[in-house]
């Protein structure tokens, strides 16, 4: 039996239910400072310890990991807490406010010999379709990717004025730093390639004018290996909404679009001798099945002993990235990341 606990309701819910639909895993206990949240969601997952100091949940005896679900400027002290506590840990994304909390945690992970990954579950959340995709693509039937478009366009955000997302001093960022980790992450692990050498960027406050975080970025971002990366993230705009990932390869090529209907969620493009052609698989089979969810991924990779796949070195790659790009619209000029 694997006890775990989540620390922070907000989204710490969506881990919940990941956690609860694992076969031997326990969910020990709970923190947040929202009595109304502790108790709704100790009833509804029948846990015994909810707790309002998360401290006292890291002292919990038996607990073997916790997931970290706080506002964005916790996630780096409070994972580095939990690790030197001798505790395993699954971090919210993005994974911190900077890079150099995100170094932190990394260093922290590997002082305590404990796993830290981070909750980038997009992959998770779009299956079958997008591990069909990537298998397509470690099969070569695209041929030499070179090109991953991402787009996450909003009209506006659901976020109120109020909230910790609008202050960049909690935030660090909001269309870039918000959805910019999934939908980066999605690029990356397609384009198998986590290492970015240049970025340029550009960020804007143009319609949240009530706010000091960006409502508007883009991004792009050249790999080592080749491929070059385009990112576009709204969080208010007056643009049709849009949220999907392109894939442009040598032989032919994709777009797995997020918002589309399941049937129709993916779209492969090829070439059929003279003829073009764009089709949308209507039975996924793959070769192997990946496990239900981000958290079911990161139990699995406690029992085996695996480095799990949204990795924190995977993470503090994707930050990298992100602070490039903020930098490179501060400053004007293209950032070399070293």
């Not at 695996?306 to 000029?333: I, N």
Request: one cysteine or more; glycine letters at 8%.
């Amino acid at each position: 039996m694997t006890k775990v606990g989540v620390i922070g309701l907000g989204m710490g819910q969506a881990h919940l239910k990941g956690y609860s639909d694992i076969a031997d895993v326990e969910i020990l206990g709970i923190a947040d400072i929202d009595p109304r949240r502790l108790s709704t969601c100790a009833e509804q997952y029948r846990i015994k310890h909810a707790l309002a100091d998360y401290r006292d949940l890291l002292a919990l005896p038996g607990l073997e990991a916790v997931s970290v679900c706080l506002p964005n400027h916790l996630h780096g002290p409070v994972t580095v807490e939990a690790l030197k506590a001798g505790l395993h840990v699954l971090v919210e994304k993005p994974m911190a406010k900077s890079v150099a909390d995100a170094q932190s945690m990394v260093d922290a992970a590997e002082a305590t010999g404990k796993t830290l990954a981070v909750s980038l579950n997009y992959r998770w959340s779009l299956q079958p379709e997008s591990f069909f995709l990537k298998q397509l693509i470690e099969r070569g039937q695209f041929g030499e990717i070179y090109y991953v478009r991402t787009q996450s366009l909003r009209r506006r955000t659901s976020m109120p004025a109020t909230s910790w997302f609008r202050q960049k001093q909690l935030s660090g960022g909001a269309a870039a730093r918000d959805m910019g980790p999934h939908m980066l992450d999605l690029a990356m692990w397609l384009a198998d390639d986590y290492n970015a050498e240049r970025v340029s960027g550009e960020t804007r406050t143009m319609i949240m004018t009530d706010s000091d975080v960006d409502d508007f970025a883009a991004g792009l971002i050249h790999l080592t290996g080749g491929c070059t990366i385009m990112l576009e993230s709204t969080w208010a705009s007056f643009t049709k909404p849009a949220c999907a990932v392109s894939v442009f390869g040598s032989k032919g090529g994709a777009i797995l679009d997020l918002a589309a209907s399941k049937e129709n969620r993916l779209t492969l493009y090829g070439k059929e001798g003279d003829t073009y052609v764009e089709t949308h698989p209507v039975e996924v089979l793959l070769a192997e099945p990946p496990e239900p969810s981000i958290q079911a991924h990161f139990v699995n990779c406690l029992r085996t002993g695996r480095t799990p796949d949204t990795s924190a070195e995977r993470g503090l790659a994707e930050m990298k990235v992100l602070d490039a790009l903020y930098g490179s619209s501060e400053q004007r000029r293209e950032i070399v990341i070293t």
